[in-house]
């Protein structure tokens, strides 16, 4: 059998392009992960972030703990349905994976998220199978292993590719985009979008999403205007715990008025 033609139909089963937060690239591999539910991307980002959290980047390390108090809070579950909907979800989650093409060797590759998933009463362990963790561990730093977890959480057509616009000017003060420029870093110089189609099809409801997943990001979005027509956008980024501030101040995402721009990062 055709190994080129297998891999296509894996990577991408109904003929169509997937979305781009189920494609995985890390170095020679490339992947596509199943479909989850909301409470399965919360367990898998949940249990990547703990790998994250550990730091020392041991591949023997395959085991990962949460005290069932914290899970219980990130997944936002309530103890009234917690045994009934956990374990329901956690069944389903174990046969949850990856297809993984390596480039150089021209491998396909099928595996799952996790070997096992424990729970004694107080934590819940996480062992990740033996390829997804060494996946995981190719990741350079905590900024690529971020990004893999937003990946994997955003459901928006556009969310990944907004969110990879901004992230990388985190902190770096006011940044400006001419429109040409701005569609082709969201992959859309192929679209005859308007800036008012743009805003209301792709910014707005990816900058929606984005907050809802993490109050400690703060966008300053506003578009700059040459007479009446949108030439350009300016934006500045925050992240932390200035973020955090400014968000209980302006919880929800909003595009500034016409020829308001962003104030200046220090």
Not at 19 to 33: L, P
Not at 54 to 62: A, K, P
Not at 102 to 120: A, E, G
Not at 141 to 153: F, R
Request: glycine share 6%.
């Amino acid at each position: 059998m055709d190994v080129e033609k297998f891999m296509n139909i894996a990577l991408s089963p109904t003929g169509c392009a997937v979305r781009s937060n189920q494609i995985i690239r890390v170095e020679e591999m490339i992947g596509r992960r199943d479909p989850l539910s909301e409470l399965q991307q919360k367990i898998v980002t949940t249990a990547i972030s703990l790998i994250n959290s550990f730091g020392d980047g041991d591949s023997r390390r395959r085991e990962y703990r949460i005290h069932i108090d914290d899970f219980s809070g990130i997944c936002d579950l309530s103890f009234e349905n917690i045994h009934c909907h956990l374990t329901g979800e956690i069944e389903k989650i174990t046969r949850k994976g990856v297809w993984l093409y390596n480039t150089n060797s021209r491998l396909l590759i099928r595996t799952q998220w996790f070997q096992s998933i424990v729970f004694n009463g107080r934590e819940i362990m996480f062992e990740f199978t033996e390829r997804i963790l060494a996946l995981i561990l190719k990741f350079a730093n905590s900024d690529a292993v971020y990004h893999l977890v937003k990946g994997i959480q955003y459901k928006g057509r556009h969310t990944l590719s907004v969110f990879e616009l901004i992230w990388s000017w985190k902190g770096k003060g006011v940044i400006e985009y001419t429109i040409p420029q701005l569609m082709q870093q969201l992959h859309l110089e192929h679209t005859r979008y308007s800036y008012g189609q743009l805003k209301l099809r792709v910014l707005e409801p990816s900058f929606e999403e984005i907050y809802a997943w993490d109050n400690a990001i703060h966008v300053h979005f506003s578009p700059i205007f040459s007479g009446r027509k949108v030439e350009g956008v300016h934006f500045a980024v925050t992240v932390g715990e200035e973020a955090r501030e400014m968000r209980k101040r302006e919880p929800e995402f909003k595009v500034l008025l016409p020829g308001q721009k962003p104030a200046k990062l220090v």
